[in-house]
């Protein structure tokens, strides 16, 4: 039996713009709570956090890292998040997992590119939400500027609760403005607060104090009637306001000295929300909706989060419990495969390593091993309960490229390689691409594909090179002509005789090939016009202008004339694509391209820079619409213009623009483009 209730987990995520101090603020949570002996250092990739080598070589994280340790009374389980923007989806997964959410600031640049980025998941994740404001210790951090921008920069009401405490600009420690107490740096030890320190306090108190109490009209009353305010009255308003989501507590500290982070944890038992306060689980079941209570008595129900390959225990899929409980042994059901699994072994996660346990309750996060069958977001449960939670919201990969094998014997494991990944990183995404014959790999930007590059490599022993993917062209034919071919061969034993006539036509877009026959009074026995049909079919795939294959055409074959002994299928199919040939010459043929509607949204700020990109990119805007101070920009785009598009768009927006893009359709390449396409063919195929 596991030794603590669903009330007593607390699910906390540290998320932040990369570089914040995530994993130093782990390793100093780690430590304090005696999981670790010693604080490792990111700087020398001792962390507990940064444990694969692609984290260990970069120094930034890749993976979320899961923890789980006991804390005063309350089981936690911490999950440190990855900051770089290319790996955003571990965000979505952690925050979907958690109640609450910590963001850090780096209190030497304030807010960055991906911080509204993240705590924008954890918003939509209906998670609580603290700040942790760090690296106080560094020269010229001022509180007062980072908070006022962070004011600026979120609509949430900020209640500082510990803030740095500084002589000249050195660094002392942190004061607690609701207990009153100074924090010091050098020994950790909590003292009465001096005269200087008094000063500082009265500056923020008084508005702590009103924030707290406008939540609770009651103790307004009291207030305002100058009656006094019990601290205890004072903790259950600011409980009430954390838990309904109204208040966003701020701490204070520098993670490098471990300084500032006891309070904020502190301060997190008794605030964050428990597993069982979560609001209760909506699911489907079938037609209807059903909701389940997050306790240790309703049936299991979880979610898989995550799954990776362990290079020792095999694939592991790390999942939140949100209702009943699983012990070791026993079997899971999973609604989308309709099969039962047993779960030989139960593991909580700490760092690279695994813990086995031998239950798990509602509100845990922990892992099975060796279920192959498990995806992300699968929903898991028991007794054949025939339910699905809403799958997490991915963001979607923005870059593509194509991926080639150094070595050409390897394509194979190649492929398997990048396909066994993509089932473990749901922002990566493989598509193999029958017409140009790449295989096409979609990611979050160049840094995530060099990362998959080294894990394949890694864990495969096999990486890739990135090419420019290839353009799906195909050509057409503008003007509508007749041709006439007789193909004979009648010297000596059994000849040949093909002749037909045929009309090539235009076709709207999109319409592919369309084949009529308008043969009167046996012209051409019947049995040779699927012949007919077929000699175009076989020839069409290669143009004549590069060799693309031929659409949106109708071939009408309306005469010809047969011998009754040489006569034969061969020679109408040989006569037919003879006939296909002469008459694309004819037709005016052109290049055709893919266009891709293309929606990008951005700050207004960059709203020129990125019209005047698209048009330099051939694209044609066909609308705008104002989002939230941002803007989203509608366009038609040639595919061709795209492939560098993800990394340009971020140094455009220094990474603040997103887009997405699908298929619209094919139109004619214009003609200075088409002669380059051509002749860069005609060189491929040398
Ligand atoms: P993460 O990307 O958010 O996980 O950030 P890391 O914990 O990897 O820290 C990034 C860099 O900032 C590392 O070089 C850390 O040593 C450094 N760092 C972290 N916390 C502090 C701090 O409180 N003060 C100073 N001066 N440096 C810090």
Same mark, same amino acid.
């Given at each position: 039996m596991s030794n603590y209730k669903t009330k007593d987990i607390k699910n906390i995520s540290f998320i932040s713009? &990369?570089? /914040?101090g995530k994993t130093t603020l782990t390793e100093d949570v780690l430590f304090n709570a005696g999981k670790i002996e010693q604080i490792g250092s990111v700087d020398e990739g001792s962390t507990k956090s940064d444990f694969i080598p692609e984290e260990k070589e970069h120094k930034y994280s890749v993976n979320s890292s899961y923890f789980s340790f006991k804390l005063k009374e309350n089981q936690v389980n911490l999950i440190d998040t990855? &900051?770089? /923007?290319?790996?955003r989806g571990e965000v979505a997964s952690a925050t979907r997992m958690v109640e609450s959410s910590v963001l850090l600031i780096n209190a030497d640049s304030g807010v960055e590119v991906n911080t509204n980025y993240v705590w924008n998941i954890a918003v939509e994740n209906n998670n609580s939400r603290f700040v942790f404001i760090n690296k106080f210790d560094k020269e010229g951090t001022n509180f007062k500027e980072v908070i006022n921008e962070l004011e600026e920069n979120f609509e949430d009401s900020l209640l500082p609760i510990t803030i740095p405490y500084k002589e000249g600009d050195e660094y002392k420690g942190v004061i607690d403005l609701l207990r009153e107490k100074f924090i010091g740096v050098k020994d950790g030890k909590e003292s009465e607060l001096n005269d200087a320190q008094q000063e500082v306090l009265k500056e923020y108190k008084l508005e702590l104090v009103e924030s707290i109490i406008e939540l609770d009209e009651e103790l307004m009353l009291k207030y305002l009637e100058d009656e006094e305010i019990t601290d205890e009255e004072m903790n259950n308003a600011l409980l009430k306001g954390v838990l309904s989501k109204e208040l966003v507590p701020v701490f204070s500290g520098s993670a490098l000295h471990n300084s500032g982070v006891k309070s904020l944890m502190d301060y997190l038992l008794k605030l964050a929300p428990s597993a069982a306060d979560r609001e209760s689980l909506k699911v489907q079941a079938g037609e209807e909706e059903k909701e389940f209570e997050t306790t240790e008595e309703g049936p299991f129900i979880g979610m898989v989060g995550k799954t990776m390959v362990d290079p020792y225990i095999g694939k592991l899929s790390i999942f939140r419990i949100y209702s009943g409980s699983i012990d070791k042994g026993e079997e899971l059901y999973v609604p989308r495969t309709k099969d039962n699994y047993r779960v030989s072994k139960l593991y909580k996660l700490n760092g690279s390593e695994q813990e086995q346990v031998e239950q798990l309750i509602a509100g845990d996060i922990g892992a099975v091993a060796k279920l192959d069958d498990l995806e992300t977001s699968d929903t898991i449960t028991k007794e054949d309960l025939d339910i699905k939670i809403d799958p997490i919201k991915f963001p979607e990969p923005m870059l593509i490229k194509a991926a080639a094998p150094a070595d050409e014997a390897d394509n194979e494991k190649m492929s398997s390689a990048i396909q066994r990944y993509s089932l473990e990183d749901p922002t990566f995404k493989v598509d193999y691409n029958k017409a140009t014959k790449q295989l096409l790999i979609k990611g979050m930007g160049t840094v995530h594909l060099s990362v998959v590059n080294d894990i394949c490599k890694r864990k495969f022993d096999v990486g890739f090179n990135l090419v420019e993917p290839k353009v799906e062209y195909k050509e057409t034919i503008r003007k509508k002509v007749s041709t006439e071919v007789k193909y004979k061969k009648q010297s000596g034993g059994r000849g040949q005789y093909g002749h037909v006539m045929i009309r090539f036509e235009p076709l709207p877009r999109g319409r592919g090939f369309e084949f009529d026959e308008e043969i009167f009074g046996g012209a051409i026995p019947s049995q040779y016009i699927p012949a007919v049909e077929k000699g175009i079919l076989e020839t069409k795939d290669d143009g004549v202008l590069a060799n693309y294959p031929v659409v949106d055409f109708k071939a009408t074959v309306y005469d010809g004339s047969y011998h009754d002994v040489d006569s034969s299928e061969m020679a109408f199919k040989i006569a037919a694509s003879k006939a296909f040939k002469q008459a694309m010459q004819k037709a005016k043929p052109v290049i055709l391209e893919p266009i891709m509607d293309v929606k990008v949204v951005v700050p207004e700020s960059f709203m020129g820079d990125i019209m005047g990109d698209l048009n330099s990119r051939r694209g044609k805007i066909s609308g705008m619409e104002p989002q939230d101070g941002t803007q989203k920009i509608k366009a038609k785009v040639p595919?061709?213009?795209?492939?560098s598009y993800a990394t340009d768009l971020k140094s455009i927006t220094g990474g603040y623009g997103y887009f997405t893009m699908e298929f619209s359709n094919y139109e004619k390449v214009p003609s200075d483009i088409s002669e380059q396409i051509i002749e860069k063919r005609a060189n491929e195929e040398d």
């Amino acid at each position: 039996m596991s030794n603590y209730k669903t009330k007593d987990i607390k699910n906390i995520s540290f998320i932040s713009h &990369g570089g /914040a101090g995530k994993t130093t603020l782990t390793e100093d949570v780690l430590f304090n709570a005696g999981k670790i002996e010693q604080i490792g250092s990111v700087d020398e990739g001792s962390t507990k956090s940064d444990f694969i080598p692609e984290e260990k070589e970069h120094k930034y994280s890749v993976n979320s890292s899961y923890f789980s340790f006991k804390l005063k009374e309350n089981q936690v389980n911490l999950i440190d998040t990855p &900051g770089y /923007a290319d790996f955003r989806g571990e965000v979505a997964s952690a925050t979907r997992m958690v109640e609450s959410s910590v963001l850090l600031i780096n209190a030497d640049s304030g807010v960055e590119v991906n911080t509204n980025y993240v705590w924008n998941i954890a918003v939509e994740n209906n998670n609580s939400r603290f700040v942790f404001i760090n690296k106080f210790d560094k020269e010229g951090t001022n509180f007062k500027e980072v908070i006022n921008e962070l004011e600026e920069n979120f609509e949430d009401s900020l209640l500082p609760i510990t803030i740095p405490y500084k002589e000249g600009d050195e660094y002392k420690g942190v004061i607690d403005l609701l207990r009153e107490k100074f924090i010091g740096v050098k020994d950790g030890k909590e003292s009465e607060l001096n005269d200087a320190q008094q000063e500082v306090l009265k500056e923020y108190k008084l508005e702590l104090v009103e924030s707290i109490i406008e939540l609770d009209e009651e103790l307004m009353l009291k207030y305002l009637e100058d009656e006094e305010i019990t601290d205890e009255e004072m903790n259950n308003a600011l409980l009430k306001g954390v838990l309904s989501k109204e208040l966003v507590p701020v701490f204070s500290g520098s993670a490098l000295h471990n300084s500032g982070v006891k309070s904020l944890m502190d301060y997190l038992l008794k605030l964050a929300p428990s597993a069982a306060d979560r609001e209760s689980l909506k699911v489907q079941a079938g037609e209807e909706e059903k909701e389940f209570e997050t306790t240790e008595e309703g049936p299991f129900i979880g979610m898989v989060g995550k799954t990776m390959v362990d290079p020792y225990i095999g694939k592991l899929s790390i999942f939140r419990i949100y209702s009943g409980s699983i012990d070791k042994g026993e079997e899971l059901y999973v609604p989308r495969t309709k099969d039962n699994y047993r779960v030989s072994k139960l593991y909580k996660l700490n760092g690279s390593e695994q813990e086995q346990v031998e239950q798990l309750i509602a509100g845990d996060i922990g892992a099975v091993a060796k279920l192959d069958d498990l995806e992300t977001s699968d929903t898991i449960t028991k007794e054949d309960l025939d339910i699905k939670i809403d799958p997490i919201k991915f963001p979607e990969p923005m870059l593509i490229k194509a991926a080639a094998p150094a070595d050409e014997a390897d394509n194979e494991k190649m492929s398997s390689a990048i396909q066994r990944y993509s089932l473990e990183d749901p922002t990566f995404k493989v598509d193999y691409n029958k017409a140009t014959k790449q295989l096409l790999i979609k990611g979050m930007g160049t840094v995530h594909l060099s990362v998959v590059n080294d894990i394949c490599k890694r864990k495969f022993d096999v990486g890739f090179n990135l090419v420019e993917p290839k353009v799906e062209y195909k050509e057409t034919i503008r003007k509508k002509v007749s041709t006439e071919v007789k193909y004979k061969k009648q010297s000596g034993g059994r000849g040949q005789y093909g002749h037909v006539m045929i009309r090539f036509e235009p076709l709207p877009r999109g319409r592919g090939f369309e084949f009529d026959e308008e043969i009167f009074g046996g012209a051409i026995p019947s049995q040779y016009i699927p012949a007919v049909e077929k000699g175009i079919l076989e020839t069409k795939d290669d143009g004549v202008l590069a060799n693309y294959p031929v659409v949106d055409f109708k071939a009408t074959v309306y005469d010809g004339s047969y011998h009754d002994v040489d006569s034969s299928e061969m020679a109408f199919k040989i006569a037919a694509s003879k006939a296909f040939k002469q008459a694309m010459q004819k037709a005016k043929p052109v290049i055709l391209e893919p266009i891709m509607d293309v929606k990008v949204v951005v700050p207004e700020s960059f709203m020129g820079d990125i019209m005047g990109d698209l048009n330099s990119r051939r694209g044609k805007i066909s609308g705008m619409e104002p989002q939230d101070g941002t803007q989203k920009i509608k366009a038609k785009v040639p595919q061709s213009e795209l492939f560098s598009y993800a990394t340009d768009l971020k140094s455009i927006t220094g990474g603040y623009g997103y887009f997405t893009m699908e298929f619209s359709n094919y139109e004619k390449v214009p003609s200075d483009i088409s002669e380059q396409i051509i002749e860069k063919r005609a060189n491929e195929e040398d």
